[in-house]
């Protein structure tokens, strides 16, 4: 899966055609406001994204679109996306924000193929902390019972219009975040590579004891222990990596 752009102030002020300085970056032109208003932008990221799909017809390919707040947009970002879109491209989006939880039934009736939770930002939205805001760091928790809730919410309304979940983000190598996630039925999960074969081996202990939730975790597990003990963990996994299926 692929993320649009979601590029803010803060991080690319400096280069040439960057948004101008903000006074507040988090809350700015950034991810599909950002997209829609530079539509020739975001051709070019899917005409990359086509091109590979082409070169590729046996893999699947997703792209999935940041910081939705209205349905507009989601109709828009589609609209775009079908015109680059091949058979083995899917349509997704992010959420990241608590408007997009509120309108999450409405998301799904657009036809969405998939969704990903992003934990980060909707943990800063929903608590009004800043993540990156070292003065408020002891009140930023990825497990608040408000955050909890609404990923819970959203994984049902999924289901029930057939939806692939996902999550990404750093709650994704929490143990504690895992066990609600299986608990809740999500489909997959993306974790830091560093902690990917941590990460397996407790889906796999949880598995065992529930009588099978999730399937091929042990392969996964299996895989990526050989290679850790071959040297042959690539550089490339040194970022998020989707390292779990579950059942529906």
């Known amino acids: 899966w692929i993320r649009s752009s979601d590029l803010r102030s803060d991080e690319f002020g400096s280069l040439k055609g960057a948004i101008e300085e903000e006074i507040n970056p988090m809350l700015g032109n950034h991810g599909i406001r950002f997209s829609l208003k530079h539509p020739d932008i975001l051709k070019a990221e899917l005409k990359a994204v ?42 997704g989006v992010m959420i990241e924000t608590p408007a997009s939880v509120q309108i999450i039934e409405d998301i799904c009736k657009e036809g969405v193929d ?33 955050v909890l809730s609404q990923i819970g919410d959203v994984i049902d309304v999924c289901k ?3 939806v692939e979940t996902s999550i990404c983000g750093q709650a994704g190598s929490r143990k504690e975040m895992v066990e609600f996630l299986l608990e809740n039925g999500i489909d997959s999960i993306s974790v830091n590579a560093d902690a990917g074969y941590e990460i397996s081996k407790f889906v796999k202990e949880i598995e065992d004891k529930s009588g099978g939730v999730l399937k091929d975790v042990g392969g996964v597990v299996k895989e990526f222990d050989k290679r850790k003990q071959e040297g042959m963990v690539s550089k490339e996994e040194l970022g998020e990596k989707k390292v779990m299926k579950a059942d529906e």
Request: aromatic share 12%; glycine share 4%; hydrophobic share 35%.
């Open 114 to 146: 998939f969704i990903s939770f992003g934990t980060n930002d909707l943990t800063q939205y929903t608590l009004a902390v800043d993540r990156g805001e070292d003065a408020v760091q002891d009140l930023y928790d990825e497990m608040h019972p408000a």
């Open 50 to 91: 086509q091109e590979i799909a082409e070169d590729n017809p046996s893999k699947e390919f997703g792209v999935m679109f940041p910081q939705i707040i209205s349905i507009e947009e989601v109709r828009k970002a589609k609209e775009i996306f079908n015109k680059f879109k091949t058979s083995n491209m899917k349509f």
């Open 160 to 162: 029930k219009y057939n």
